[in-house]
């Protein structure tokens, strides 16, 4: 048999297997990565979308302001009742109307919190979605690029055994 015939037929197989082995390790990193991101986005939403939205800064600032503005509210109108001489049933309505914003400004709130939810809801399917693409992406990759190997390497060996068989015919004279 003809050492170059040996010599191309064990280049081919050994760089097909070296080319299996470095494709394994990259496709370990990616899907390490993809773990890591899949675990960093669940992580992201059950911080977002399952904390207490009234604890988000936006919130407080809303509160406090409500808190403060009542305040004043209520000092201006003890005040008024003590210079008018308001009858306790005007100082309690004036109580229920700040009662009833209260609870207006938390209703409110409790739906800028829902709305937040879908939100974050939403951005997380789709980030979860983009990660799932990007993985059956590698998949297919891989598929391909496992096949392409697999043929390359049956290739070698088919020409290393066509090559082998060929030397060892006698010559027709």
């Known amino acids: 048999m003809d050492p170059v015939s040996i ?9 097909s297997i070296f ?7 990259e496709q370990k990193k990616m899907e390490n990565l993809r773990r890591q991101q899949q675990a960093d986005n669940k ?10 939205y009234t604890q988000r ?5 809303l509160l406090r302001n409500l808190r403060e503005n009542l305040s004043k ?8 009742a003590v210079i008018t001489g308001a009858t306790p049933e005007q100082q309690a309505a004036q109580k229920e109307q700040a009662n009833s914003v209260i609870t207006n400004t938390y209703a409110n709130l409790g739906a800028m919190g829902q709305q937040y939810r879908d939100k974050v809801t939403d951005r997380y399917l789709e980030r979860k ?15 391909n690029n496992y096949s392409t190997l697999f043929n390359n390497s049956i290739s070698s060996l088919a020409n290393l055994a066509s090559t082998a068989a060929a030397q060892k015919k006698p010559a027709l004279s």
């Open 19 to 25: 080319g299996a082995i470095n494709a394994h390790r």
């Open 43 to 52: 992580s992201w939403y059950n911080a977002n979308a399952l904390g207490d």
């Open 73 to 80: 509210q209520n000092r201006v109108a003890a005040n008024t």
């Open 7 to 15: 010599a191309s037929g064990v280049i081919g197989l050994g760089s």
């Open 129 to 143: 979605s983009s990660i799932e693409d990007s993985q059956y992406q590698t998949m297919q990759g891989n598929l």
């Open 57 to 61: 800064a936006d919130a407080q600032m």
